[in-house]
């Protein structure tokens, strides 16, 4: 089992232009979630989901978009990319609402 | 403003000592609490959890203490080793925040384990 995983690793943007985040997972679980983490701050959940073709909003979600159009896939688009969405993104998934949730090794986004 | 919070960015311990992790909390609706702990380039991975029902849980070298009227939580590692070097995240989590448990992350302690 890979777990959690997540694609790309490493990405640089430039202001103004739109990406996807992948994450992927194998565990059959029915909740994934998006987080960013920023220097000298937690975790932040942006959006999430709770089954295949539901999601819904976090903390931080302005700025983002997500998708859930397979169990084991959970996107995450920035349409417009700015610099204050320079950050760690972390997914996670979970089997249900109370169950630990399991991370990936996130992605290192800059946006210049 | 940050409803949980570790004020100590940083400990050092040494080898074979305890190593004792706090965390403050101000949202009273918050009933199941979490450590998880990152080493650099990975995920957060799940340590030890506890419910507000208990006031102690314990996994093998680790302790977490919860003291509901103080709004505290704390980790104890006994005895640290180190490969317990790492950043030590606490989370809590409400019954109402959603149709997910949706979790509330400190901002981390680095620990470092001094052989």
């Known amino acids: 089992n890979a777990g959690v995983t997540q694609t790309p690793k490493f990405r640089v943007l430039k202001t103004g232009q739109s990406m996807t985040l992948l994450c992927a997972q194998d565990?059959?679980?029915?909740?994934m979630y998006w987080y960013r983490q920023d220097p000298g701050m937690g975790l932040r959940l942006i959006h999430y989901s709770v089954g295949e073709g539901t999601t819904a909003k976090g903390e931080v979600p302005d700025g983002y978009n997500v998708s859930r159009l397979k169990k084991q896939n959970f996107l995450l688009g920035l349409e417009s990319a700015a610099p204050s969405q320079t950050s760690v993104y972390f997914c996670a998934s979970s089997s249900d609402r109370f169950d630990t949730q399991y991370f990936g090794p996130g992605t290192r986004l800059t946006v210049l | 403003d940050q409803q949980v919070k570790q004020n100590s960015p940083s400990l050092s311990v040494q080898e074979g000592r305890i190593s004792i992790l706090n965390c403050d909390y101000t949202n009273s609706m918050f009933d199941y609490f979490l450590w998880y702990k990152k080493y650099p380039a990975e995920g957060p991975t799940f340590l030890i959890s506890i419910s507000s029902i208990k006031d102690k849980n314990e996994d093998g070298r680790f302790t977490v203490f919860l003291n509901k009227s103080a709004k505290h939580l704390s980790l104890h590692i006994v005895p640290s080793q180190p490969g317990d070097s790492a950043v030590y995240f606490c989370?809590?989590?409400?019954?109402?925040?959603?149709?997910?448990?949706?979790?509330?992350f400190g901002s981390g302690t680095q620990l470092t384990v001094l052989p």
């Open positions: 565990m059959n679980h029915e909740y």
């Open positions: 989370a809590a989590s409400s019954p109402f925040s959603g149709s997910a448990r949706q979790l509330t």
